[in-house]
């Protein structure tokens, strides 16, 4: 009987490997849990609503080949009235000329060269229709932006602008 009891005993010591298995199972079975509950914590993306006045015409944004490196100055914009205000650009993303290739990747490009904002725009056939964008200018420091949109063949283009010095009452 001392013989069953010592091999069960052995049979028993030598299981810390199952015992490992099973909780390593046990926590993979929570990760879809966890990936779950983190999901929901975060809020989805959306779009945010925009006011503007309807007697504030687009700023009609025109296409640079060499963006800011470009010798004649960008399109600089006029001093916004109102420090909440903002900017509503309008800007052609299809060249006439061109063939259309969606999806279009937009990408606003600060002064310093650094992206500030990007955003995805999936073209419905044949339009080649004006795009506008509102940009709040309390959020734009001065200096040279420029728009980028690029295609999915890789094409370019550029529509450089400066966001001017606000006046101080």
């Known amino acids: 009987m001392s013989d069953n009891l010592r091999g069960a005993t052995e049979a028993t010591s030598g299981r810390p490997s199952l015992w490992l298995q099973v909780t390593a199972m046990f926590l993979t079975a929570l990760l879809p849990v966890a990936w779950l509950v983190g999901r929901r ?16 015409q687009p700023i009609p944004l025109l296409q640079s080949a060499r963006a800011l490196a470009a010798k004649a100055g960008p399109l ?8 909440g ?26 002064p310093g060269g650094d992206d500030i904002w990007q955003g995805s725009w999936e073209r419905p056939g044949g339009e080649r ?9 309390a959020g734009l420091r001065p200096g040279r932006y420029a728009l980028r949109l690029e295609d999915a063949a890789g094409t370019v283009q550029s529509f450089p602008f400066v966001v001017p010095e606000r006046s101080h009452p």
Do not use: C, K, M, N
């Open 76 to 83: 600089a914009l006029p001093v916004l009235p109102d420090p």
């Open 85 to 110: 205000g903002a900017y509503r650009l309008s800007f052609l993303p299809v060249d006439p000329s061109e063939p259309a290739r969606p999806p279009y990747r937009l990408r606003l490009e600060a």
């Open 129 to 137: 229709a004006r795009l506008e964008l509102l940009l709040p200018g």
């Open 41 to 56: 914590t975060a809020p989805a993306a959306r779009a945010l609503p925009s006011l503007v006045s309807a007697a504030d």
